[in-house]
């Protein structure tokens, strides 16, 4: 559990982490306040909530109550994550919530595109990739891991594992085979909440969780691995198989595959 405050234009939003589910949940409350000079941006809500009966009906579906600090004391506060947060913001009428709402829009136009033309989603990715600073060799590798995860997934849908509870447990036992860690243990290390893990592996990790990926699927292939239990066992093979191969590695150069490394701003970013 993480509570803590951030500021946006001088307003004070409070934000709680849920590590269970790795989803930041905002104030309500205080976005309104930050949106609309409001003061009283309690009663500023309850009035929007009021008038607009589709609004109050998504946030009172959505929408937890979760503790914050209010007044000195920890108080039950509505809150939302950031795709909550984006349908309120839809229904402020100010001009400080005016950028976000060409922005959303500006999205929406382009998933649109991605829709029609898949091959935009790749190009965009790529460049936003870039703009954060990986180089050219990184995404190629990023993306060549990805196609490996994409056709192991497949396989596991076919053979009968369905749940998404059940795609992160065979993740985590490939993942905690070949690095000795669980997924939440390595992106503790880097310094990881929310973020993608993938996003912030070094060329190494990439490239040893794509042979555990690919080990994996040709094991279940081969043994014709149907459902959770033979898919488990299939996937300990598999991420054994980059294991020892990390380890070898690492005996020839004295490196550690698996860091803490990540490409995280600086704090004061």
Request: proline share 3%; glycine share 6%; hydrophobic share 35%.
């Given at each position: 559990?993480t509570?803590?405050i951030?500021?946006f234009?001088?307003?004070?939003?409070r934000r709680y982490?849920?590590?269970?589910?790795?989803?930041?949940?905002?104030?309500?409350?205080d976005?309104?306040?930050?949106l609309?000079?409001s003061?009283?941006?309690t009663d500023?809500?309850k009035k929007?909530r009021?008038?607009?009966?589709?609004?109050n009906?998504?946030?009172?579906?959505n929408c937890?109550?979760?503790?914050m600090?209010?007044?000195?004391?920890?108080?039950?506060t509505?809150a939302?994550?950031?795709?909550?947060i984006?349908r309120?913001?839809?229904s402020i009428?100010s001009?400080?919530?005016?950028?976000?709402?060409q922005?959303?829009?500006?999205?929406?136009?382009?998933?649109?595109?991605?829709?029609?033309?898949?091959?935009?989603?790749?190009d965009?990715?790529?460049?936003?990739?870039?703009?954060?600073?990986?180089?050219?060799?990184?995404?190629q590798?990023?993306m060549m891991?990805?196609?490996?995860?994409?056709?192991?997934?497949d396989?596991?849908?076919?053979?009968g594992?369905?749940?998404?509870?059940?795609?992160?447990?065979?993740?985590?036992?490939?993942?905690?085979?070949?690095?000795?860690?669980?997924?939440?243990?390595?992106?503790e290390?880097k310094?990881?909440?929310?973020?993608n893990?993938?996003?912030?592996?070094?060329?190494?990790?990439?490239?040893?969780?794509a042979?555990?990926e690919l080990?994996?699927?040709?094991?279940?292939?081969?043994?014709?691995?149907s459902g959770?239990?033979?898919?488990?066992?299939?996937?300990?093979?598999?991420?054994?198989?980059?294991?020892?191969?990390?380890?070898?590695?690492?005996?020839?150069t004295g490196?550690?595959v698996v860091?803490?490394?990540n490409?995280?701003?600086p704090?004061?970013?």
């Amino acid at each position: 559990m993480t509570k803590e405050i951030v500021i946006f234009e001088n307003s004070q939003i409070r934000r709680y982490f849920d590590a269970h589910k790795e989803v930041w949940y905002f104030s309500l409350v205080d976005i309104v306040g930050a949106l609309t000079d409001s003061v009283n941006p309690t009663d500023y809500l309850k009035k929007m909530r009021k008038r607009n009966v589709e609004l109050n009906l998504y946030l009172g579906t959505n929408c937890p109550q979760i503790k914050m600090l209010t007044k000195g004391k920890n108080r039950k506060t509505l809150a939302g994550n950031v795709e909550q947060i984006f349908r309120l913001i839809q229904s402020i009428p100010s001009s400080k919530a005016e950028p976000f709402k060409q922005w959303l829009a500006k999205v929406g136009y382009e998933r649109l595109q991605e829709i029609q033309d898949p091959s935009l989603s790749i190009d965009r990715a790529r460049e936003n990739w870039k703009t954060k600073g990986r180089s050219e060799k990184w995404i190629q590798q990023r993306m060549m891991g990805q196609e490996t995860r994409n056709k192991l997934t497949d396989y596991w849908k076919d053979s009968g594992v369905t749940k998404k509870d059940e795609f992160a447990t065979l993740t985590n036992i490939i993942h905690q085979e070949w690095t000795g860690l669980t997924v939440k243990k390595h992106k503790e290390i880097k310094g990881l909440k929310s973020q993608n893990l993938r996003d912030h592996m070094s060329e190494a990790e990439l490239l040893f969780t794509a042979l555990a990926e690919l080990s994996t699927r040709q094991i279940a292939e081969t043994n014709e691995a149907s459902g959770l239990s033979e898919n488990a066992d299939a996937s300990k093979k598999g991420g054994g198989i980059a294991k020892n191969a990390r380890k070898e590695l690492e005996a020839k150069t004295g490196k550690s595959v698996v860091t803490g490394e990540n490409f995280l701003p600086p704090k004061n970013e």
